[in-house]
Antibody
Framework: EVQLVESGGGLVQPGGSLRLSCAAS????????MHWVRQSPGEGLVWVSR????????KYADSVKGRFTISRDNAKNTLYLHMNSLRAEDTAVYYC??????????WGQGTLVTVSS | DIVMTQTPLSSPVILGQPASISCRSD???????????LSWLQQRPGQPPRLLIY???SRFSGVPDRFSGSGAGTDFTLKISRVEAEDVGVYYC?????????FGQGTRLEIK
């Protein structure tokens, strides 16, 4: 079983930047596609981004394209989400999750990002 | 984007009784490889989502056999044969056949 631990969330002003991290346990990380999914307070789940196991083929939701960048460091077993030009509507709990044959089989506990002045 | 619609949005059930949640997509979820990438997730209060069912009907590791999935094409169902107290939470269907991955609005399961 893979364990995922997100960090890096916090309070940021509109227009600001933040980098989220997702630390993974186990050797399976480097072979896994990875995703970020977010959930606004009291709302449902929204897919944000995906990256292939070798760091290639990053994809983004239209709502974050051009502002967010997904990356990974397989040597450190860590996934990242670089978030720029943050808006109030980006306020959410951000989860990382592993992709396993086109499903999301393991999820972290999430990290809360609050965009507010 | 594929739109996923769940019904009902709220489901009060009696302990020990069955429960059923429907999920409909606005386009076929059959992938070019022939598989249908429809999953069901459970989110207990204050917890992250947890995978229950993948590829319509396959139970993930550790998921009790009272959970079952069925369906094809654009219509899918999650059934709980006998609801237990630990099943309280929100259930989401999710499609990963096509990016962006999309989720249903969620169905809140509560004990009556």
């Amino acid at each position: 079983e893979v364990q995922l631990v997100e960090s890096g969330g916090g309070l940021v002003q509109p227009g600001g930047s933040l980098r989220l991290s997702c630390a993974a346990s186990g050797s399976a990380f480097s072979a896994s596609w990875m995703h970020w999914v977010r959930q606004s307070p009291g709302e449902g789940l929204v897919w944000v981004s995906r990256i292939h196991s070798d760091g290639s083929n990053a994809k983004y939701a239209d709502s974050v394209k051009g502002r967010f960048t997904i990356s990974r460091d397989n040597a450190k077993n860590t996934l990242y989400l670089h978030m720029n030009s943050l808006r109030a509507e980006d306020t959410a709990v951000y989860y990382c999750a592993t992709d396993w044959f086109y499903t999301l089989n393991y999820w972290g506990q999430g990290t809360l990002v609050t965009v507010s002045s | 984007d594929i739109v996923m619609t769940q019904t009902p949005l709220s489901s009060p059930v009696i302990l020990g009784q069955p429960a059923s949640i429907s999920c409909r997509s606005d386009q076929s979820l059959v992938h070019s490889d022939g598989n249908t990438y429809l999953s069901w997730l459970q989110q207990r209060p204050g917890q992250p989502p947890r995978l229950l069912i993948y590829k319509i009907s396959s139970r993930f590791s550790g998921v009790p056999d009272r959970f079952s999935g069925s369906g094809a094409g654009t219509d899918f169902t999650l059934k709980i044969s006998r609801v237990e107290a630990e099943d309280v939470g929100v259930y989401y269907c999710m499609q990963a056949t096509q990016l962006p991955i999309t989720f249903g609005q969620g169905t809140r399961l509560e004990i009556k």
